[in-house]
């Protein structure tokens, strides 16, 4: 435990300089804070203080806290050298929930292919690296694929991420052969059920499940992120989909205080890993509140 007997009990709980104090109070901006107000009084009642901070806050004492919590840090994909140099500043210095390493391992969607080769199921994929020039047409075709995601290896929100076909893969192929000369990119076949049944996350803490939300893609669209238009359902996660989740969970190193595990379904109807998210994934509380107690339950009693 890092937090002596009688001594301060606080969590610093990271976010971006956007979502500090919005300058714009949406929707979406009112999620995020109803969020962390949740978690805060479930640490609260667990007698844990928090607060929010801005993790590229130059001037903050990060040693204040007990341990920093990954929230809302949405900009590091788009501050990926800044916020790698950050992690590697604190990592010594307070203690982070999820762990540093347990971070930096899931900053790269390569671990995606790791643990397929633990036995997760995850969609076909292929794996572009820094340099490689690609025709995507060729790729289709020796992969008889009719559809593909393609999609960077560091990213988040859909960032340069796009289906891949016949019909627009020659345009394709030279903007990624551009951006492959900086940053390595996931070529994975194209999961048609997420048109009609969407994508599931499934939330665990300490391993434990305790909540699922269905995203569903707007009519004519693939991305199921609210940003482009998504929608959000509560969801009755089935013993299947949560074993499913668990296992992906069972093979990491460490079980990690918190996850979300991000399912698809495949062509034969079997749940495959689209992501786990392990750094600053939306968890959802507004949905249940009782998750958050969970969470906060946990963290008192492992690290306080």
């Given at each position: 435990?890092?937090?002596?007997?009688?001594?301060?009990?606080?969590?610093?709980?990271?976010?971006?300089?956007?979502?500090?104090?919005?300058?714009?109070?949406?929707?979406?901006?009112?999620?995020?804070?109803?969020?962390?107000?949740?978690?805060?009084?479930?640490?609260?009642?667990?007698?844990?203080?928090?607060?929010?901070?801005?993790?590229?806050?130059?001037?903050?004492?990060?040693?204040?806290?007990?341990?920093?919590?990954?929230?809302?840090?949405?900009?590091?994909?788009?501050?990926?050298?800044?916020?790698?140099?950050?992690?590697?500043?604190?990592?010594?210095?307070?203690?982070?929930?999820?762990?540093?390493?347990?971070?930096?391992?899931?900053?790269?969607?390569?671990?995606?292919?790791?643990?397929?080769?633990?036995?997760?199921?995850?969609?076909?994929?292929?794996?572009?690296?820094?340099?490689?020039?690609?025709?995507?047409?060729?790729?289709?075709?020796?992969?008889?694929?009719?559809?593909?995601?393609?999609?960077?290896?560091?990213?988040?929100?859909?960032?340069?991420?796009?289906?891949?076909?016949?019909?627009?893969?020659?345009?394709?192929?030279?903007?990624?052969?551009?951006?492959?000369?900086?940053?390595?990119?996931?070529?994975?076949?194209?999961?048609?059920?997420?048109?009609?049944?969407?994508?599931?996350?499934?939330?665990?803490?300490?391993?434990?499940?305790?909540?699922?939300?269905?995203?569903?893609?707007k009519a004519g669209d693939f991305r199921v992120q609210?940003?482009?238009?998504?929608?959000?359902?509560?969801?009755?996660?089935?013993?299947?989909?949560?074993?499913?989740?668990?296992?992906?969970?069972?093979?990491?190193?460490?079980?990690?205080?918190?996850?979300?595990?991000?399912?698809?379904?495949?062509?034969?109807?079997?749940?495959?890993?689209?992501?786990?998210?392990?750094?600053?994934?939306?968890?959802?509380?507004?949905?249940?509140?009782?998750?958050?107690?969970?969470?906060?339950?946990?963290?008192?009693?492992?690290?306080?």
């Amino acid at each position: 435990m890092n937090n002596p007997a009688g001594s301060k009990k606080n969590i610093y709980l990271l976010t971006e300089e956007r979502y500090l104090k919005p300058k714009v109070i949406n929707n979406y901006t009112n999620n995020i804070i109803q969020e962390d107000e949740i978690l805060i009084k479930a640490l609260q009642y667990h007698g844990i203080s928090a607060e929010r901070r801005i993790w590229s806050e130059t001037k903050t004492d990060w040693q204040k806290a007990n341990y920093l919590m990954f929230r809302t840090t949405w900009d590091y994909f788009e501050r990926f050298n800044e916020f790698q140099n950050w992690l590697n500043q604190i990592e010594n210095t307070v203690p982070t929930i999820n762990s540093i390493k347990t971070v930096k391992w899931n900053l790269d969607k390569k671990y995606l292919l790791e643990l397929s080769k633990k036995g997760v199921r995850i969609s076909e994929s292929e794996l572009l690296n820094v340099g490689a020039k690609v025709n995507l047409r060729t790729l289709l075709k020796e992969k008889k694929w009719e559809k593909a995601i393609i999609k960077p290896c560091v990213s988040g929100a859909a960032r340069e991420t796009y289906v891949v076909n016949n019909q627009n893969s020659d345009q394709l192929s030279s903007h990624v052969s551009e951006l492959l000369k900086n940053e390595a990119f996931l070529f994975q076949k194209f999961e048609e059920r997420v048109l009609t049944k969407g994508e599931v996350s499934l939330m665990y803490f300490g391993g434990k499940f305790t909540h699922a939300i269905l995203k569903m893609a707007k009519a004519g669209d693939f991305r199921v992120q609210d940003d482009f238009g998504g929608s959000l359902h509560e969801y009755t996660a089935n013993k299947n989909e949560i074993n499913f989740g668990e296992n992906v969970l069972s093979v990491l190193d460490v079980i990690p205080d918190y996850a979300r595990v991000d399912i698809l379904w495949n062509e034969e109807n079997d749940p495959v890993l689209s992501e786990l998210e392990l750094i600053e994934p939306e968890l959802w509380f507004r949905f249940n509140p009782d998750s958050a107690m969970v969470f906060a339950r946990l963290l008192k009693n492992k690290y306080f």
